[in-house]
């Protein structure tokens, strides 16, 4: 894996993580809409990651499937 990956992908998914609790917690104040996001960018920002590692390509298929 680059440096560059570990730098700018494992932050992003530590923020999308955080913010999508922090907004369960608030639990009525917020939207689920803002939940749905966090997770579902935490869940891309993974397959990211998943693609950039040369032992878990077959796993990142599943995730981010590559277009032909």
């Known amino acids: 894996m680059r440096p560059l990956v570990a730098l700018a992908y494992y932050p992003l998914w530590a923020a999308a993580v955080t913010v ?24 891309w920002v993974t397959g990211l990651i998943l693609l950039e590692t040369d032992g878990t390509l077959a796993v990142a298929e599943h995730v981010l499937p590559r277009r032909r």
Do not use: I, S
């Open 20 to 43: 999508a609790v922090t907004a369960l917690r608030l639990g009525r104040n917020v939207g689920r809409g803002l939940v749905a996001l966090c997770l579902f960018l935490a869940f």
